[in-house]
């Protein structure tokens, strides 16, 4: 007997969550801290906030115009290590 599969078919995910994943390495390490038990909605919430923009009104709307903010040029020519 053969068994055909339709796109419609879902199969079981692969792997697991980075969020998850990293809890996981940090629990086996003993590492605590307060940002890894932090929702990752909230997370993101609190990253675009800065752009004027939550995240329910990303969740709405779809797209949204974001007001940039700009590193000052001094950051971008200045070398982040020395080369021996």
Same mark, same amino acid.
């Given at each position: 007997?053969?068994?055909?599969?339709?796109?419609?078919?879902?199969?079981? +995910?692969?792997? #697991?969550?980075?969020?998850?994943? #990293?809890?996981?390495?940090?629990?086996?390490? &003993? #590492?605590?801290?307060?940002?890894?038990?932090?929702?990752?909605? &909230?997370?993101?919430? %609190?990253?675009?906030?800065? $752009?004027?923009? $939550?995240?329910?009104?990303?969740?709405?709307? %779809?797209?949204? %115009?974001? %007001?940039?903010?700009?590193? +000052?040029?001094?950051?971008?020519?200045? +070398?982040?290590?020395? $080369?021996?």
């Amino acid at each position: 007997m053969i068994t055909w599969f339709t796109t419609n078919q879902l199969s079981p +995910p692969k792997g #697991i969550a980075e969020v998850d994943l #990293i809890r996981r390495l940090a629990r086996e390490l &003993e #590492i605590s801290h307060p940002l890894l038990l932090e929702d990752p909605w &909230e997370a993101v919430d %609190k990253a675009i906030r800065p $752009t004027g923009v $939550t995240l329910e009104e990303l969740r709405e709307r %779809k797209i949204v %115009k974001i %007001k940039p903010r700009y590193l +000052p040029l001094t950051s971008l020519t200045q +070398p982040h290590c020395q $080369t021996p």
